[in-house]
């Protein structure tokens, strides 16, 4: 069982940047496909991001993509989200998850941290 704990979320202004991250409890945190799921207010959750074990390749969302970075640090059983120019609609709880599958689909992983609000003002 693997638990996963979201901190680094806030309060901004639209063109801020933030980084939020998600470190595991377990060590095979390394073996396990990270990724970043985000879910606005009255809206379904979203994939955003997703990083392989060893870090190599990584995939975004269109809605995110050149203005957000995921990394990870296997030392520290940590990934990472970079996040640059938030803009008003990036409003939502952010959620790291670790799965097996290479997937956008949010069933295809298996745990999932508590998430961490990030709120973006206008």
């Known amino acids: 069982q693997v638990q996963l704990v979201e901190s680094g979320g806030g309060l901004v202004q639209a063109g801020d940047s933030l980084r939020v991250s998600c470190t595991a409890s377990?060590?095979?945190?390394?073996?396990?496909?990270m990724g970043w799921f985000r879910q606005a207010p009255g809206k379904e959750r979203e994939f955003a991001a997703r990083?392989?074990?060893?870090?190599?390749?990584?995939y975004y969302a269109d809605s995110v993509k050149g203005r957000f970075t995921i990394s990870r640090d296997n030392a520290k059983n940590t990934v990472y989200l970079q996040m640059n120019s938030l803009k008003p609609e990036d409003t939502a709880v952010y959620y790291c998850?670790?799965?097996?599958?290479?997937?956008?689909?949010?069933?295809?992983?298996?745990?999932w941290g508590q998430g961490t609000q990030v709120t973006v003002s206008s």
């Open positions: 998850a670790a799965g097996r599958i290479i997937s956008t689909d949010a069933r295809s992983y298996d745990y």
């Open positions: 377990d060590r095979t945190f390394s073996t396990y496909i």
């Open positions: 990083i392989t074990p060893s870090g190599g390749r990584t």
